[in-house]
């Protein structure tokens, strides 16, 4: 067995430390505080070879694996870089068009893509559905070989700013399909397509990209903008499922991270009574707990990654990094907090607006009971309620 990353994915997991010197922490919060993507990073990190990490190297990308876009997340995030439009565009978008998309889809979106100069988000949520993505009700009805699509989707990453959304809407009732996984279809739709409006939804969160309801009012759709197969949709879901969950929660070991070394920094520093406050076990066992739990988790996701990489059953180690990732993070940032005291709370150290952050991760894009769920059931046996 060998843990040792490659000189290659040791580059990419320090890409953030490189990127930060010109694009800091400071410069992710101001963007963040006002709702602003972080374009100027955004175009960096593409340019860098970053956005295309996911897309073979024929259309323009790095032609690598989930374990190296883990790296990256993770490694962004522990220099105060978490960017959500890289889990729903590089890794959920582009990865599937890469692994599902015909050679013309290829050709046509990912060296773009790649390259920085268009930008794609992913839309399953809807309003009456939430995590049961099953019951979504956004119907793309077929005439002839195309489709008129109508729907609405919520809470969805970066609409703004994107080129294209890859969509997911039924084709097929779901009283008239055989299995409950059947009906869905894939699409890719251009955001300036007639019939698309978007509103922004006004979130308390601390995060550069915003959020949208996404509305489809009969917005034509040809067999080009299918991906994969018509009613068979979900056979690309489940491959998405793992990605999202290895990269939330490497971005959540990431965050924990930067809160535990910006905890060690100010605590080394801080003299209240004799000596740095750091040197109170009351104050140290909470940032060693909380960094204990960061690196387990980030162990395990690495595996995920491996596992995923590899074609091989990643569902266990995805499910269990994402929780122990998430709860990992809130736990580093929340002694993070406490031992900055009052400081916590300032604009200056930031703190408190990163716990909004580490917090969503614990219920978005996938909830907690969700992956519990799985963890029980899928892999313990457990009897399912649902
Ligand atoms: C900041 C942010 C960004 C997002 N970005 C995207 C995006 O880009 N694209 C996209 O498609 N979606 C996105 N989402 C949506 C996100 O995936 C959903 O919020 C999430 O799936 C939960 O759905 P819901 O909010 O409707 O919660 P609900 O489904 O209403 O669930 C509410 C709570 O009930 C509990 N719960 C629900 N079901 C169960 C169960 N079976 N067992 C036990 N407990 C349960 C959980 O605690 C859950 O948190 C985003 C959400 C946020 C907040």
């Known amino acids: ?3 040792a990353l490659s000189p290659e994915q040791q580059m990419i997991y320090d890409y953030g430390g490189k990127v930060a010197q010109s694009f800091d922490h400071k410069y992710w919060l101001e963007k963040a505080r006002k709702f602003e993507f972080p374009r100027e990073l955004w175009q960096q990190t593409a340019e860098d070879g970053f956005a295309g990490l996911m897309v073979a190297e024929e259309y323009g990308g790095g032609g690598l694996g989930l374990l190296e876009m883990a790296l990256l997340i993770e490694g962004m995030s522990n220099h105060g870089l978490p960017l959500l439009m890289y889990v729903v565009g590089p890794t ?6 890469n692994q599902h998309g015909t050679p013309e889809q290829k050709s046509r979106y990912l060296p773009d893509a790649a390259a920085g100069k268009t930008i794609f988000c992913f839309a399953i949520t809807e309003p009456n559905a939430g995590s049961n993505s ?3 009700q956004s119907v793309a009805k077929a005439h002839g070989d195309r489709f008129k699509l109508n729907g609405s989707k919520v809470f969805i990453t970066g609409v703004d700013v994107s080129d294209y959304a890859v969509v997911v ?3 097929t009732p779901h009283d008239q399909v055989s299995r409950k996984t059947d009906g869905f279809t894939v699409f890719i739709v251009d955001m300036k397509a007639k019939g698309v409006d978007f509103h922004a939804i006004d979130m308390s969160l601390v995060n550069p990209e915003q959020q949208f309801t996404l509305f489809f009012d009969d917005v034509d759709l040809g067999p080009d903008d299918v991906l994969g197969e018509v009613d068979k949709g979900f056979e690309i879901l489940f491959d998405l499922l793992n990605p999202e969950r290895v990269t939330i929660g490497a971005m959540a070991c990431g965050i924990g991270r930067f809160a535990i070394e910006k905890a060690v920094a100010y605590t080394s520093e801080r003299v209240v009574f004799n000596g740095p406050i750091g040197a109170y076990q009351g104050v140290q066992h909470p940032l060693a707990a909380a960094k204990t739990q960061v690196e387990l988790s980030s162990l395990m996701l690495r595996q995920a990654a491996w596992q995923f990489d590899r074609g091989e059953e990643a ?5 269990m990094a994402k929780y122990a990732g998430a709860e990992a993070g809130i736990m580093a940032v929340e002694a993070a907090l406490q031992a900055h005291g009052g400081n916590g709370f ?3 150290y930031g703190l408190y607006d990163l716990y909004s952050m580490a917090r969503l991760l614990r219920t978005a894009p996938i909830n907690r009971e969700l992956i519990l769920n799985y963890i029980g059931e899928k ?4 009897p399912r309620s649902y």
């Open 134 to 136: 099953m019951r979504i």
């Open 315 to 319: 569902g266990p180690a995805a499910n």
């Open 379 to 382: 892999v313990m046996g457990m």
């Open 169 to 171: 809407a039924r084709t």
């Open 346 to 348: 300032t604009h200056e």
């Open 92 to 97: 959920m978008s582009l990865g599937h068009i």
């Open 1 to 3: 067995m060998d843990f």
